[in-house]
């Protein structure tokens, strides 16, 4: 790492920190100054070893050389190109690379800069493809409870956590939900993919003969839910929805933000589950998280229906100034060469049960109610203080930090999605020092 110590900005109150608790962050802020493969550096000179991949994002850990390199390179050579109406090489590369990579029948990718952004992507495409095929009346969404979508309009509509929604008013209009699939009395402390609610998929049946099949235009879920708290799909589920929304004309789309480029050993969900969604989203492991960026993949079916009318028109009116920059899309390369070099969506795989056995010896730990896992990703939720939901988990997430390990929380549930070049010494510790964190805890 470059330099040990790196001194504090001394004035925090202009930059309004996301997704943070302001006014506690700043009374005794947490500064990453550097970052080397499995390890931040604090400001304060302390290695702490990241139990998260960034936000879930550093899939081949950090200050990975080929990436590093690819940006430097690119940046002196062509900064930026128009995205609108003009190419550069790096981006037809990029599309095919991420093509070569998705499930058989992913053909196409419109790139943009978020997941956020590659969820609002794929709800305009989805309507958008009913009416260029002359089925203009399906413009609803159907999305989750507790599901995670990002946070623009779109995406907090058809998401289902409360607090990103409650205060943003009335959202887009013609959105329905299905439940979640959370049913801890059944499934707590189940290994991988859960036994029970399968059947929670049928809900979409009663949807679609409340509103009618001919006005929904798709579905949305997380193969595999993170950011609410790693919500497995019970065994049957997601094959129950694509029987479904196959029957009934509605596009499938799967939010692989968290799940692509590896995360559960394979490298999509689609792969991981033998479920070919018609829209897939992603985002951060596709640059390693360095550089931002997201992409939507979909099939010839949708991407050959906008290709229609006189060929000096614009298919579809959508797109970002940075979709494929040049930056990213030369970061998004090395980072799929480094995964495919490093065969690390295989490692993960290797890695997943060590990482199973270590997670679940917390079975019996103070507080502890259930915990979850797939591939690299896992879950610890604790029994909530009464009266004051969340506390529980910041604290844990506070006191972890302070003895060098990083944590996510989400409600009272630690979450964690290691980079994919976890060894088993770092499992043994990310998990011990979690124990001890716990133990620690009123
Ligand atoms: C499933 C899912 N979709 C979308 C997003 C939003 O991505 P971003 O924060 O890059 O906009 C996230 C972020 O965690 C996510 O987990």
Redesign the pocket.
């Known amino acids: 790492m470059a330099l040990d110590r790196k001194p504090a900005p001394n004035d925090l109150s202009a930059f309004w920190m996301p997704f943070t608790a302001n006014r506690q962050f700043k009374k005794a802020p947490r500064m990453l100054v550097s970052a080397d493969r499995m390890h931040y550096r604090t400001s304060d000179g302390r290695d702490v070893l990241d139990g998260t991949a960034g936000?879930?994002c550093c899939n081949a850990g950090h200050n990975r050389p080929k990436i590093v390199e690819a940006i430097r390179q690119q940046a002196g050579e062509l900064d930026y190109a128009p995205a609108f109406q003009m190419g550069h090489p790096k981006a037809f590369e990029l599309a095919n690379a991420v093509r070569d990579m998705a499930p058989a029948g992913m053909e196409h990718v419109f790139f943009t800069n978020?997941?956020?952004?590659?969820?609002e992507t794929a709800l305009k495409i989805a309507i958008a493809y009913h009416r260029a095929r002359g089925e203009g009346s399906r413009t609803r969404l159907i999305g989750r409870e507790r599901g995670?979508?990002?946070?623009n309009f779109g995406?907090i509509s058809v998401g289902g956590i409360v607090n990103n929604r409650k205060v943003f008013g009335s959202l887009l209009n013609g959105v329905d939900h299905l439940p979640h699939t959370h049913l801890p009395e059944q499934n707590a402390f189940t290994r991988g993919q859960p036994e029970h609610g399968a059947h929670l998929a049928d809900e979409l049946e009663d949807i679609v003969a409340l509103h009618g099949a001919e006005t929904i235009a798709a579905v949305i879920v997380?193969p595999m839910a993170?950011?609410t708290g790693v919500l497995l799909p019970p065994k049957g589920y997601l094959e129950r929805l694509r029987e479904i929304c196959t029957k009934h004309g509605i596009l499938l789309i799967f939010?692989e933000?968290?799940t692509g480029f590896g995360r559960l050993g394979s490298a999509f969900a689609a792969d991981h589950f033998g479920v070919l969604p018609d829209l897939m989203?992603t985002?951060?492991g596709l640059t390693n998280g360095v550089i931002p960026m997201?992409a939507v993949l979909t099939t010839p079916a949708i991407h050959d229906a906008f290709m229609q009318g006189p060929e000096h028109l614009i298919e579809l009116f959508h797109g970002y100034t940075y979709s494929g920059s040049p930056i990213a899309s030369a970061a998004g390369l090395a980072t799929l060469e480094t995964y495919r070099e490093e065969g690390l969506f295989e490692r993960a795989a290797e890695m997943a049960p060590y990482w199973e056995d270590a997670l679940h010896s917390l079975k019996g730990t103070r507080h502890v109610i259930d915990i979850r896992n797939m591939g690299l990703i896992g879950a610890i939720e604790l029994e909530p203080i009464a009266g004051a939901p969340t506390k529980r988990a910041f604290s844990a997430f506070l006191k972890a930090y302070d003895k060098g390990i990083m944590i996510r929380t989400t409600g009272d549930i630690i979450a964690m999605s290691p980079p994919l070049i976890i060894e088993k010494d770092h499992i043994d510790q990310l998990i011990g020092t979690l124990r001890e964190v716990l133990q620690g805890l009123d």
């Not at 978020?114 to 969820?119: A, D, K, L, R």
């Not at 995670?148 to 946070?151: A, D, K, L, T």
């Open positions: 936000l879930w978020s997941g956020s952004e590659s969820v995670y979508h990002g946070v995406g997380e993170g950011s939010d933000v968290i989203t985002a951060k997201g």
